[in-house]
Structures are given as C-alpha cells and as structure tokens.
C-alpha cells in the first residue's frame, strides 16, 4: 500500500490503482514527402506572405493612419477604388471570398462614412456598394505607399521578365477559373 494526499486528507491506494505517467507517442511517419520549395500553392502563399511584410506594411500604414480598420475593410476599399461601385457579390468574387465577409467590412466602413449603398431599382435585394469622399480621400492617402512597395517588389525584375511574370499570372489565373467553373458545374 502506498500513501496518496488528497486535498483534506491522506488515503492509501494499492498501487494497482496509481495512474501511469503519460507516455509520449512515438514520431509519426509520412508515406509521402512534398518539396515545397516545388509544390506551387505553398510558394504562391510564401510569396503572398511575404510580400505582405515587405515595403510599407499594410498592417502599419492602416495602423498610423488612425482609421480604426483591418486589412479585410481595406481590400474593400481598394477593390471600389479600382473597379468604382460594385454589388456585396461582385466584391466577394473580385476578393475570392465569401459576401458574408464583404458584409461585414462594409457594415465598419459604413459606420466611418468610407462607403454608402444604393438599392436595386430592379431587384430590391441588391445593393451597389460606394466609396464616398471621405472613403476616397482614405484610399488616396493610402495608395501612393502601397505603390511604392508594389514598385520595390518588382524592382528585381527587367521590364521582359515583368511582362513575362505577369503573362504567366494571367495565365494561371484564367486556368485557375475555369477549374473553380467546371467543379461548380450545377447545369445538368
């Protein structure tokens, strides 16, 4: 018999009854290996990552700035920037996001007076979504400085190798389409 001390008291336990120490599990071995110095998505994510930090970091320029939103409410705004009013979808689509997440960087923006809506004469359901001045001024205080970094980014390459890398982009990205078209193929 051995001693055990409880909160109040001392029982004794037969030492059948103690709990083993935790064993460790042994190293798991994989059947496969990928290099992903090779494997696409893990260097497009990489690089995304790291261009991300580079330069004028977004995070940094939003916090400075003294505008209290995040970079989900920001890509909006360049999105609107860019293309000019869009509906909650086409936003989601140009983000490659859900419109639950477009909502909700619009309902913030809304509440600094960055973007207002407009509804659908022909479909009460839909809203046009818009940068107002004060949403616009924003964007062009932010701009110039993500410019420059897209500017320092790029600055490894010659003007052919740019060309090239952004064919090759375009490439990918209409490839990349028509595999999410034909998994979303609900037409019989």
């Known amino acids: 018999m051995m001693e055990k001390l409880t909160d109040t008291k001392t029982e004794l336990v037969e030492p059948s009854q103690e709990k083993p120490a935790k064993q460790r599990k042994p190293t798991g071995k994989v059947r496969y290996t990928l290099d992903l110095q090779s494997f696409l998505p893990y260097r497009m994510y990489r690089l995304a990552a790291q261009m991300s930090q580079a330069g004028n970091k977004l995070s940094s320029l939003l916090l400075d700035s003294g505008v209290p939103i995040g970079e989900r409410e920001w890509r909006v705004i360049s999105v609107l920037g860019s293309y000019g009013g869009l509906t909650n979808g086409h936003v989601a689509?140009?983000?490659?996001?859900?419109?639950?997440?477009?909502?909700?960087?619009?309902k913030v923006l809304k509440k600094l007076d960055f973007v207002d809506t407009r509804n659908s004469k022909r479909d009460r359901r839909k809203q046009l979504i818009y940068l107002t001045q004060e949403g616009a001024d924003f964007h062009d205080l932010i701009i110039p400085r993500r410019l420059e970094t897209g500017e320092l980014i790029e600055s490894c390459f010659s003007y052919e190798e740019k060309e090239q890398l952004h064919h090759l982009l375009n490439k990918l990205d209409r490839h990349l389409e028509h595999m999410e078209n034909e998994q979303e193929d609900e037409w019989e």
Do not use: P, S
């Not at 689509?93 to 619009?106: G, H, I, S, Y």
């Open 93 to 106: 689509d140009v983000l490659k996001t859900d419109a639950a997440t477009v909502t909700r960087a619009v």
